[in-house]
DNA sequence: TCATATCCGTACTCTTCAGTACGTTTACTC
DNA sequence: GAGTAAACGTACTGAAGAGTACGGATATGA
């Protein structure tokens, strides 16, 4: 598959050293066959950004899903965001789409306007039964994703090593415990 | 000031549009004086990182150096930390170095990990003279950083409109209110 | 078997820009 | 004012890649 192909290339060669010839080798196409399908290579990096915000966004939905344990449930979903903001994939299109403002807003689009709403949701429901009690779900969730993720994806995006599973996970329930704290405090 | 003349470029012509003849002219120079100045284009950039960084760490060092209370000093330079984040100059820097190994190293190196020890130190001194208690400088530090910066500077790195300075204002105050709460119950 | 649509491979155009070469000009020093 | 070094401007080379053109292959279905 074309799209599989353009980011194998995007993970080995980086942004600027992928070229629609060397995909189209990849994927064994022509090249006119991936300008019939995605326009020019534009096209083919809005159709990568969505491929992978669609995936993002059902894992997101399901994992904030379940009637758990709200410290369960946010620690779970803690350590997920963390994996995926720190996931090859997710950092190779946001490098990319830095450097493209009509790429940046599409990244923007599909992945933080899209999530941060599921996100407020749950937040607002799970006060609204008295388990927790936030202020403002939007803001909540930025104090959340603040103490979760912190400066690291920055960190990563330019080029450090990734945490390990083991120091995500432990991330994850850090960032939770602290946030529990603010909102027993009415400070989240 | 052909570093002036390049960041004049960079903010207007995004990290692509920069070209060696735009900045010469710009500059009132030559193409040739510019290598023979900086070498290469990497050159010139890590000239513009480097240039950005000093003005940073000088900044940072003087917003914690006074002997104010802890919380007006942190949130003083909690604000200024986010004003500097969402400065158009460590803006398109950090773009530009996204998509470049070397700068980006340099980027992390110049800044992240030049600021980092200096925000360290003072919150062990303070931590040492009992008024404020965290558990660990550096990962108090990042907590800090989470609470004040949150989703902040990737939203803007991706092109959002960076808030205004009396929202930044607001952010610093309450990122340190959050924090102190934190250290009062030993979580950071 | 024929018709049609899709796709492959190759080759071509066009533009852009990094980096270099070089002759001329400015400016400073003695 | 002669000598020297730095810097200007213009022109050139070379490489790379986006996008296009087209003829030939392959598949699908009537």
């Not at 019939?36 to 059902?58: C, H, K, Q, V």
Request: aromatic share 6%; hydrophobic share 45%; proline share 3%.
């Amino acid at each position: 598959m074309v799209i599989e192909a353009a980011f194998e290339e995007l993970l080995e060669q980086g942004a600027d050293g992928v070229t629609m010839l060397k995909i189209a080798r990849r994927a064994g196409a022509s090249k006119e066959t991936l300008y019939s399908w995605f326009g020019n290579r534009d096209g083919l990096f809005s159709a990568m950004i969505r491929s992978n915000a669609d995936a993002t966004a059902e894992r997101v939905a399901s994992a904030l899903d379940g009637d758990d344990d709200p410290r369960d449930t946010l620690s779970t979903f803690a350590t997920g965001l963390l994996r995926l903001l720190t996931d090859q994939r997710s950092l190779a299109l946001n490098r990319a789409a830095m450097t493209n403002s009509v790429l940046a807003a599409e990244l923007l689009a599909s992945g933080r306007h899209r999530v941060g709403p599921i996100v407020e949701s749950y937040l607002a429901a799970t006060s609204a039964s008295g388990v927790l009690a936030v202020v403002d779900p939007a803001t909540a969730f930025e104090t959340f994703y603040g103490l979760v993720i912190r400066d690291t994806q920055i960190r990563v995006l330019l080029g450090e090593q990734p945490p390990s599973p083991k120091a995500l996970r432990a991330r994850g329930e850090t960032g939770t415990d602290q946030f529990l704290a603010l909102c027993e405090r009415g400070l989240a």
